[in-house]
């Protein structure tokens, strides 16, 4: 079953890490069921990742809220919050995709 995700990036103003290369770096650890987009549509994506280069998480916003049924919020050096090397965030992004299949 192809389980969309949707890819939600910030303005990049003040960006502590690559957010295109996280992206890029997550999409590898997942398996090929799992599609990436940053299109909206009538239909919420499954799930949504909010992409911010800092830890201010400009994009945490209702109406961006409402285009996923489930969110990961990666905002800086932090995966929903709790803090991580950078090295290390695309691999605790996708476990916690994996396990909101």
């Known amino acids: 079953m192809l ?4 890819i939600k990036y910030c303005g990049g103003c003040n960006p502590l890490i690559d957010r295109a290369k996280l992206v890029c770096e997550i999409g590898k650890a997942l398996p090929p069921e799992y599609s990436f987009t940053t299109e909206s549509s009538s239909n919420p994506w499954d799930i949504g990742i909010m992409v911010c280069g800092c830890s201010s998480a ?10 996923a049924r489930q969110w990961i919020l990666v905002a800086g050096k932090s995966v929903d919050l709790e803090n991580a090397p950078e090295e290390k965030l695309a691999d605790i992004a996708a476990r916690k995709i994996k396990k909101l299949k």
Request: charged content about 30%.
């Open 3 to 6: 389980v969309g995700i949707g």
């Open 58 to 67: 400009c994009v945490e916003k209702p109406e961006i809220r409402n285009l």
